[in-house]
């Protein structure tokens, strides 16, 4: 474990900070998820921008910051110009879960390529 790792894991016994670091590392990860769908779907952030009616910078800050918070709006605005549904479900955390899990099922369209070859 290296140092940054000790001190994340001292850190975390706060529970304050735990919570906190929950949070945010939810975000990230919903985040990251989405913009993995959409380099999946091979598209671009100039055109996720337009679909959504927004420039391209707001899209890369919005995909790429460390400091992300984006509203439902904004979120329901990327699910529709991915094509993509969101699951939610509501229940009581159990010990140590962060707010969102996110657990994705999604596959890439099928190529027309590889679907004659077969």
Known sequence: MNRFEQRLQRRLQNEEFAEGYREMDAELELMHAIDLIRKQQHMSQEKLATLMGRKREAISRLLSSDDVNPTLNTFIELLSALNL?????????????????????FAPPQCEVFDTLL
Request: aromatic residues 0%.
């Open 85 to 105: 549904t969101a699951d939610i479900t509501l229940r009581q955390a159990r010990e140590g879960e962060g707010p969102i899990k996110v657990a994705m099922e």
